[in-house]
C-alpha cells in the first residue's frame, strides 16, 4: 500500500518529533530545539539535536539525521509501512484505502485480527479451566511460572472437533468462513458426496500465539499432549495475515530488548524462547518451524548485527547451524554476520538453563563462534589431506563456498583468511598474492548458478539477450535441466506442474507445498512466488498464474517444466485431471519426495559418521540407508504416473 505526501505530511503536522524521539532519548529543552546524547553512537557530551519547528533530528557527533519515520524505522526495525501505521495510530488517523481492492483486503485482515484474537482468549481460558489441567501440568513441569504463561498467552486447544468453531462462531460478526481464512478450521473439498463440515485444527494441543511485528495475534503453534499424534508440533497454515518465512516468534517482545543490548539470539522452538525470556534473556526468538529463511535473517540484522544462533546440541541442531550458515552467506554485507553457540550435546537452551543457571547460559553465548569459523569446520571435519588429490578436492570445496558470498569485500577477507589456514594445515608457508577464488573459477560458478532478473524484457530491435529471458545454454547449465539428483528434480517439477494446472490445490494444501524441501534453487525461487501469489489472491485461476509469472520472469523456467518429455505421462498433473485424482498423485508425490530426502540425509550423516567412526554397527545401517534408498527410487520407477498413494504415504 502506498501513501501520499498528504497524507504523511499530516501525521507530521500531528506529532512532535521532540514527542516522538522523546519516547527513546532523555531531551532537554534548549531555546527552540531539544539535545541529548544520540541513540546511534555512544557519546558523553550531547551531540544530537532536535527541532520540531523543522520536524527533523540531526547528530553532529556521528551525522545521523531524518524525520520521525525514519527514527522509527532506525531505532525500532520496522520498515517504513510498518512505520508509518505505528506514527498513524499515535496521531489518531486511519490508514487509507486507495483502492476497491485495498479497502476490501484492509476490511478483511482488521476483521481476521478480532477472530484470532477471540481465539486466543478462548484458548487461555480454557488452559486454565479444568479441561486444561493436563497442560497446565506440563508447564508446570517445565518451570514455567504463571507470570509467563500470561506474558506469553498460552493456551489450550480441548479435544472435541468443533469445540472453537462453535464458541466463537456464537460470537456476533464470527463466521465459519472467517476461521477458515484465519487457519482456526479446515475444510475439506466436497467430492461429490455430500457437503462435508469444517472442523478445528487444533485440537488437544498446547497453544503458543505467533504475534506480528506489532504484537497482533496472526497464527498459532500447538504443541501435542498426545504422544500418539501424528505431528508434536503444528503451525498456522499461510493465511492473509500470516507468512511463516518473513516473521519471528517472539518478535514483537524481543525488540527492545535486544535493541538495548545490542544482541538477539535465535533458538529452535518455542520452549526455548519462553524459557530465556523468563530467565532473563528477553531478546530472544525463534524460526516458525521450519529453517531459517533469508528474510528472517534480514529481520534478525534489524535487531542486531551479528545475530547468536543458538541450537540444540545435537546432529538435528548441527544440521540447522549449517543451513543458515549457508543460507546466510549470500546475503553477507559490511558489519553483519552471524555467531554461533554450542550448546553441550543433549542439551537445549531450555534444559541448559534449568540445569546450569542464567550465569552459566551467560557466559556460553560469550563464546559464540564467528560465521567464519563455522564455515571452515563445516568444510574441513573429517577431511582427508593425505594426498594432493584430495588437498587439491579441499581447496575445491572452499572455493565453491566462497563463491556463494556476494559481497566481493567480504570474500576477500574470507579467501584470505582461509588461504592462511590451508597453510597451516598444509604445513606450507602463507603465499599473500594467491587466491582459492580465481577468475576461471568464478566465471564458471556465475555460468552455472544464474539468477532470474526482475527486468522486463528489452525492445523489439534490441536482439541482445536479457538476463530475464536465458537461452538454451544457460538453461543446461541450470539445476532446472541438469542437476545432482534427476528424480529430485523430476518430482519438484512435478509438483510445480500440478499446482500450476490446479491452483485451487493451495486453498487447502498450501503448508504441504510450502514446507516440502526443494533441492533446485531456481524451483524453489519458483514455488515461493506461486505461494506469495496465493497469498494475495483468494480465487487464483490457472491463466493468471501462469501471465503472472511469465511477466516477472520465470519465462524459461515455466518452458522446461511444461517441454520436458518425462512430465507428459503424469495425467493427474495436466488441466482435465479430476479433482481426486489430481489430490492423490500429487500427495504421492510430495510423500515420496519427502521420504527421498529423508533417506538422503540420513545417508549423508551416516557417511559423516562413518568417516569418524568406522565400526561394523556404523557401516551396517550405511549400507541398510542405501538399499532403502535404492528401493524407495525402483518403487517410484516402477509405478506409472507416480499412480495412487497408499494408505501409509498418505498426509493426513
Known amino acids: 500500500m502506498g501513501f501520499t505526501p498528504d497524507f504523511l505530511d499530516e501525521i507530521r503536522s500531528r506529532l512532535a518529533v521532540s514527542d516522538v524521539i522523546g519516547r527513546r532519548v532523555k531531551l532537554i529543552r534548549k531555546g527552540r530545539e531539544h539535545s541529548g546524547l544520540c541513540p546511534f553512537h555512544n557519546e558523553k557530551t550531547p551531540s544530537f539535536t532536535v527541532n520540531d519547528d523543522k520536524a527533523f533530528y540531526k547528530c553532529f557527533g556521528c551525522g545521523a539525521s531524518g524525520d520521525i519515520f525514519k527514527f522509527v524505522v532506525e531505532t525500532e526495525g520496522l520498515n517504513f509501512p510498518e512505520a508509518v501505521e505505528r506514527l498513524a495510530g499515535q496521531a489518531g488517523l486511519a490508514l487509507p484505502d486507495y483502492t476497491p481492492e485495498d479497502k476490501k483486503r484492509s476490511t478483511l485482515r482488521k476483521s481476521l485480527y478480532d477472530v484470532m484474537e477471540a481465539a486466543t482468549k478462548w484458548f487461555e481460558a480454557q488452559l486454565v479451566s479444568q479441561t486444561g489441567l493436563e497442560a497446565m ?30 464458541a466463537l462462531t456464537s460470537k456476533d460478526g464470527m463466521t465459519e468462513d472467517m476461521l477458515i481464512e484465519a487457519g482456526l478450521l479446515i475444510k475439506l473439498e466436497d467430492e461429490g458426496d455430500g457437503q462435508k463440515p469444517s472442523y478445528d485444527r487444533f485440537r488437544y494441543r498446547l497453544m503458543f500465539p505467533i504475534t506480528d511485528r506489532q504484537g497482533r495475534v496472526v497464527a498459532f503453534g500447538g504443541r501435542a499432549l498426545n504422544s500418539n499424534a501424528k505431528a508434536k508440533y503444528l503451525n498456522s497454515p499461510e493465511t492473509p495475515l500470516f507468512h511463516k518465512g518473513s516473521l519471528l516468534y517472539n518478535l514483537a517482545n524481543a525488540r527492545k530488548p535486544s535493541f538495548d543490548k545490542g544482541r538477539v539470539i535465535v533458538a529452535e522452538g518455542y520452549m526455548d524462547v519462553i524459557a530465556m525470556a523468563q530467565a532473563g534473556f528477553e531478546n530472544a526468538v525463534a524460526p516458525l518451524g521450519t529453517a531459517v529463511t533469508e528474510e528472517q535473517i534480514g529481520e534478525l540484522w534489524k535487531l542486531a548485527q551479528e545475530p547468536l544462533m543458538c541450537f540444540d546440541g545435537d546432529k538435528a541442531g548441527a544440521l540447522a547451524a549449517h543451513r543458515v550458515a549457508e543460507r546466510a552467506l549470500p546475503l553477507l554485507k559490511e558489519g553483519y554476520s552471524l555467531r554461533f553457540v554450542h550448546l553441550p550435546t543433549g542439551e537445549d537452551p531450555d534444559s541448559y538453563i534449568r540445569g546450569h543457571g542464567a ?100 525492445k523489439k530491435n534490441n536482439h541482445r539477450r536479457d538476463e530475464t529471458y536465458l537461452g538454451v545454454k544457460d538453461l543446461k547449465n541450470s539445476d532446472i535441466f541438469k542437476g545432482k539428483n534427476l528424480g529430485a528434480l523430476k518430482r519438484e517439477r512435478l509438483l510445480i506442474l ?21 533441492e533446485s534453487a531456481e524451483l524453489d525461487k519458483l514455488r515461493n512466488e506461486i505461494i506469495d501469489v496465493s497469498n494475495r489472491e483468494s480465487n487464483l485461476e490457472r491463466e493468471s498464474l501462469y501471465n503472472h509469472l511469465l511477466k516477472i520472469g520465470f519465462g524459461k523456467a515455466l518452458e522446461v517444466i511444461l517441454k520436458q518429455g518425462d512430465l507428459k505421462a503424469e495425467w493427474f498433473a495436466w488441466p482435465d485431471a479430476a ?12 510423500n515420496r519426495h519427502r521420504r527421498v530426502s529423508d533417506i538422503q540425509r540420513d545417508i549423508r550423516a551416516s557417511e559423516k559418521e562413518l568417516a569418524e567412526n568406522m565400526t561394523e554397527e556404523v557401516f551396517t545401517r550405511f549400507c541398510a540407508l542405501k538399499a532403502e534408498l535404492e528401493k524407495a527410487k525402483g518403487d517410484e520407477a516402477s509405478i506409472d504416473g507416480y499412480g495412487i498413494a497408499s494408505g501409509r504415504d498418505k498426509l493426513s
Do not use: C
Request: charged share 30%; glycine share 6%.
Open 579 to 590: 479433482r481426486p485424482d489430481v489430490v492423490r498423485g500429487w500427495f504421492h508425490v510430495v
Open 498 to 518: 500440478t499446482v500450476m494446472n490446479h491452483p485451487w490445490l493451495l486453498k487447502e494444501h498450501h503448508e504441504v507445498f510450502a514446507t516440502t524441501d526443494f
Open 137 to 166: 501440568e506440563y508447564l508446570t513441569r517445565r518451570g514455567l511460572s504463571r507470570n509467563t504463561i500470561k506474558k506469553f498467552r498460552l493456551g489450550f486447544s480441548p479435544e472435541g472437533h468443533t469445540s472453537l468453531k462453535e
Open 359 to 458: 550465569k552459566a547460559f551467560l557466559d556460553m553465548l560469550e563464546q559464540g563462534q564467528p560465521l567464519m569459523d563455522i564455515l571452515w569446520n563445516m568444510k574441513t571435519e573429517s577431511v582427508k589431506i593425505d594426498t594432493p588429490e584430495q588437498r587439491a578436492g579441499l581447496e575445491l570445496t572452499l572455493s565453491e563456498t566462497l563463491l556463494e558470498i556476494r559481497n566481493k569485500n567480504i570474500r576477500g577477507h574470507y579467501d584470505e583468511n582461509y588461504q592462511k589456514r590451508l597453510a597451516s594445515l598444509f604445513g606450507r608457508t602463507y603465499v599473500a598474492d594467491h587466491s582459492l577464488v580465481n577468475s576461471v573459477s568464478e566465471r564458471q560458478y556465475k555460468k552455472n548458478h544464474f539468477e532470474y532478473s526482475q527486468k522486463p524484457y528489452g
